[in-house]
């Protein structure tokens, strides 16, 4: 029984899922590496906690 040859899984840039870029990795250009810095910047990612306004003493 032939079985077909595995092919090596190409990773894709998380912005737009095209295949990345050696030189932009994990991205797979200039524009895609600069959309995820504002999305840091504007705080469109996060990292649950507590609010900020909250009491730790409660």
Excluded at 45 to 52: E, H, L, S, V
Aim: contains cysteine; neutral net charge; hydrophobic residues 20%.
């Amino acid at each position: 029984m032939n079985t077909p040859a595995a092919r090596p899984t190409q990773k894709r840039c998380p912005i737009c899922g095209k295949p990345r870029s050696e030189a932009h990795t994990p991205f797979c250009s200039t524009r895609c590496k600069d959309r995820d810095l504002v999305q840091w910047l504007d705080g469109g990612y996060a990292i649950p906690g507590r609010p900020a306004d909250e009491d730790p003493e409660d």
